[in-house]
Structures are given as C-alpha cells and as structure tokens.
C-alpha cells in the first residue's frame, strides 16, 4: 500500500477522569484519517489490544511511575499488529510488531520501545501474555523479587489472571507447592486440574484465613500480591521466617473513592525478619529477551501454558472489555481483538 489516505481510524480517547468504575462518561470515541508516515515513521494496523488493571491508574491525574494519561489523549494501551506502510529504515510493510499504541484501529510509530514478533511461532495474543508485559512482570517479580527457591511454598493471589497464573507455574517448575487464590469454583478447577496448582482457595466462598493455613500448614515463603487489600492482610500471618512479598499490584484498591486502610498484619514483617518490595516490570526491559527465551522454551516443551481470555470486537468496545478485570470476568490474559 503507498497511500493510507483513504482509512479511518477509530479511537477511545480519555474525556474525563473517572471516580470510581470508569464508566461511559469517562471515555470519548473519535475517528480521523491515517496520514502518511513521516521520515523515519511507520503506520501499524492494530490487530490486538491488551486490557490492563493499571489502565485504571494511568487514567487519574498525580505523580506515578508514568505520567497520566492527558484529558482528550488517545487512551493508551500496549497492542499488536501489522506494519502497513513505513517509511522507517528498520521496519518493512508485513513486519509484525508489539508496543505501547493505544486504544485506536492504527498507530504512527518512530520504532521507540516497538518489539518485532513472529506470527509463525505463537499466535499474536501470546506476545501481550506469555511472551509480552505479562509474563515478564511473572518472571521477574517471582524470580528476582521474590527470590524463589527450588521447594519453597508460594502463594499467588488474582492466581487465574494474567499474571497470576504464569506465576504458579513458574513456581511450579521450580518443584515449589502452590498455592492460588481467585474468585469461582471454574477458576479454581482450572488452576489445579489444567495449571497444576497443589491447591487453590476461592476468595469468594472460603474462608481464606483458614484454607491458606489448612493449605500451607508449615507457612509461606513467598506471597506475589496481585490484590492488596485484606487479601495481603491475610497472608501476611502466614510468613515463614525470611519470607518475601513482591508488590505487584493492588486491584482490591484501584477504583476505591477514598483512602484505603495499610495493611494492619505488617508486624509480621519484623517477627518473621521477611522482606516486601514493590517492583515495576518496566525496569526489566534490558532483559526481557533472556526471559522470552526461557519462557518460549518452556512453552514449547509443554511445562507453561499461555491462556488468553480474546474478546472479539471493534475498538468501540474497549471501555467495556476493560471493565471485565474488575469484575473478575477474564481468565489468563485479556486481550480485545479488532475484527472489524
Ligand atoms: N508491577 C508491575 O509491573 C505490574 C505489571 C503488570 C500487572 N501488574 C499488576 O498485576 C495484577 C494482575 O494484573 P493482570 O494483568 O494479571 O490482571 P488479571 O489478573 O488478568 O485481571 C484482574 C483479576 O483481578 C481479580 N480481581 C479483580 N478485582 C478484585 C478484587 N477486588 N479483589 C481481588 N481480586 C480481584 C479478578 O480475578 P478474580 O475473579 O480471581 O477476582 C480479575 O480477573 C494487577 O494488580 C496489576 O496492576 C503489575
């Protein structure tokens, strides 16, 4: 294709900062025409978008580990497609690429923080999931974080999400008992019949306090927070000593209208002499590659599955399909595919 003169692209634009569930107020649906790109730009037809629960922090106004998404931006969003037209020495029409191009049908890009894939080797989903942001904020915050040893005891929580469940299987290829916590008996059957799970508490309907003790009765090397909350607050009784909880994420908080309370457990820190740390999958880029490798190794000999919850739709859909991680909706990595 030499001109791009002739498509539209539709967006979901930010059109005011949400207080609580971002609703349809929140957002803005607009279309413009694709230009052509400029010297050392391309032009990516976006096939996949990634729906992430720290959209719902990006969308606030305040100091983050990013800057906000500005009112009237395009919503952003990591995605994947297909380069159309370029103009760039180091990408070439059909190229298939991952990056940061937001809510919209068609992104211009420079190449900044642009990833090629391979379509051929995974499907394109699998480059948001396993392979993409997801399985590296597993891979890092459970291995380098979380220091995980071969046999120790980890308990996940958000365990049937994206992240979550490539957790526990990190762990379990590391021999380590595995513990998950996720909301409905579906998700939990799915962590133990088809992930392998030792053990799996459902939030919703168990006790959590007492499973987690019936679960792992000796005590919790590492718990991988995907929730804060009382979740958190639960499992920290439940360290060993020098055990360690990487913060990945708190959904339980992001769309609470006022202050939430810290944990009140936290004492346990000190008697069990463990550790907490937050950590941003970002600062990991410079080794991302060694990862993938390892990762798509293990996905080829069978020992990781890769699940992505694909919702089919339009861009239009995006608000919608993201608030399906606040009410527990996905299972594994949801992605909204563009077919139309
Ligand atoms: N630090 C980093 O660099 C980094 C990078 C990526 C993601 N994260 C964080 O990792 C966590 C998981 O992200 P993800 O992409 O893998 O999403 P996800 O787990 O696929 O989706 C969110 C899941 O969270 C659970 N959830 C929603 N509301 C909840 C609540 N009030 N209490 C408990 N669980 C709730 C739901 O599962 P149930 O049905 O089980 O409730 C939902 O399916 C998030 O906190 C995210 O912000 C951090």
Not at 16 to 29: D, S
Not at 50 to 70: C, F, H, K, Q, T
């Amino acid at each position: 294709m030499s001109s791009v003169s002739d498509l539209v692209n539709h967006q979901v634009r930010l059109a005011a900062r949400p207080v609580g569930l971002p609703g349809p107020e929140a957002w803005e649906h607009t279309t413009e025409p694709v230009a052509d790109p400029a010297d050392g730009q391309f032009i990516v037809r976006i096939s996949h978008i990634s729906l992430d629960p720290a959209m719902r922090g990006w969308m606030n106004a305040g100091r983050s580990y990013v800057p906000p998404v500005e009112i009237g931006a395009v919503m952003r969003a990591f995605a994947a497609g297909e380069v159309i037209v370029s103009a760039h020495p180091g990408f070439a029409v059909g190229d298939h690429v991952t990056g940061t191009f937001g809510a919209q049908e068609y992104a211009v890009s420079d190449g900044a923080g642009v990833q090629k894939v391979d379509p051929s080797a995974v499907p394109m989903p699998t480059y948001l999931a396993l392979l993409g942001m997801t399985g590296m904020t597993a891979y890092f915050g459970l291995f380098d974080v979380g220091a995980l040893k071969e046999g120790e005891t980890v308990v996940v929580s958000a365990a049937a999400g994206a992240v979550g469940s490539v957790v526990g299987q990190l762990a379990k290829i590391k021999g380590c008992r595995v513990v998950g916590i996720a909301g409905g008996p579906e998700k939990c059957a799915w962590l133990v019949e088809e992930l392998g799970f030792d053990v799996a508490v459902d939030y919703r309907s168990d006790d959590v306090k007492k499973a987690l003790r019936a679960a792992a009765p000796d005590g919790v090397d590492v718990y991988f927070d995907n929730v804060g909350g009382e979740i958190l607050d639960i499992a920290l009784t439940r360290l060993r000593h020098g055990a360690r909880v990487p913060i990945c994420g708190a959904i339980s908080t992001y769309n609470a209208t006022g202050p939430q309370p810290g944990p009140s457990n936290y004492m346990s820190l000190l008697v069990n002499r463990a550790r907490t740390e937050g950590f941003l999958v970002f600062d990991y880029v410079d080794r991302f590659p060694e990862a993938a490798a390892e990762m798509a190794g293990w996905l080829r000999e069978g020992k990781l599955q890769s699940r992505e919850d694909v919702v089919p739709g339009t861009v239009a859909d995006f608000p919608d399909t993201l608030l399906r991680l606040f009410r527990g909706e996905n299972t594994g990595k949801l992605v909204l595919e563009l077919t139309g």
